[in-house]
């Protein structure tokens, strides 16, 4: 796990903090001018589980509170998925939901060294997915993202996960999309200890109900809500 650990803090000195550029997100801009909205968040246990559930609704709400009767949020992300999964259920999952914004993460599953899937692959199947949303739907926006940094099993389960993440940074600057880093901070509360970090993230991978809502929501709302 220490090797693991270390990998994770080297690559991160070397990527700096996130390259997230500031940008409101299309879909505030159409709830603000009273066009409705479907929003689909597609992606991993991170955003299927608990945890996940907790932060999309934190979201829906906070969205639906100040733009009422606007915000359709349809939460199709699936537990234990990764990018390929993604691909073969793009069709059911997120094209037939005709969103105007799909809010997506699979890297930390993408990086499950079980899944086989290198980081090419996950390239390859991320702008797949990009591509066949933006040919359902060429105004719909793809928001990315990346999640949180796991620990012991899982940490050594998924040895080049930062590379996973830095192909996202990647894919996300050049096709010029909004991108929400929540590394950052996930490292900030490391940095405090390890048990600090296991407050918050209790099983090692799944951030919990609470810092879902308090941490992983609120920076959600303040991505979308960033001016130029």
């Not at 997230?20 to 001018?33: D, P, Y």
């Not at 993460?105 to 060294?113: Q, S």
């Not at 996973?164 to 600057?173: C, D, F, N, T």
């Amino acid at each position: 796990m220490k090797r693991s650990l270390i990998k994770i803090f080297t690559f991160a000195m070397l990527i700096g903090v996130s390259l997230n550029t500031s940008a409101q997100s299309q879909l505030i801009k159409n709830l603000k001018a009273g066009r409705p909205q479907t929003l689909v968040t597609y992606g991993t246990s991170l955003t299927a589980a608990v945890g996940g559930k907790a932060w999309v609704d934190s979201v829906h709400k906070a969205l639906s509170k100040q733009y009422p009767g606007l915000l359709k949020t349809v939460n199709a992300a699936k537990s234990g998925m990764w990018s390929t999964w993604g691909v073969q259920h793009l069709e059911d999952s997120v094209i037939k939901k005709a969103p105007d914004a799909v809010l997506m993460e699979f890297g930390m599953n993408d990086a499950f060294m079980n899944y086989k899937t290198s980081v090419d692959v996950a390239r390859l199947n991320l702008n797949y997915t990009i591509d066949r949303i933006k040919l359902a739907n060429p105004s719909c926006e793809v928001i990315l993202q990346i999640m949180n940094i796991p620990l012991d099993k899982h940490a050594e389960q998924r040895p080049d996960l930062l590379a996973y993440y830095q192909m996202y940074r990647e894919v996300a600057k050049k096709r010029k999309l909004l991108l929400i880093d929540h590394y950052p901070h996930w490292k900030a509360l490391l940095d405090k200890g390890r048990d600090e970090y296991l407050k918050a993230v209790s099983d090692g991978i799944h951030p919990d109900v609470i810092p879902s809502t308090n941490i992983i929501a609120p920076y959600v709302l303040e991505r979308l809500n960033d001016k130029p």
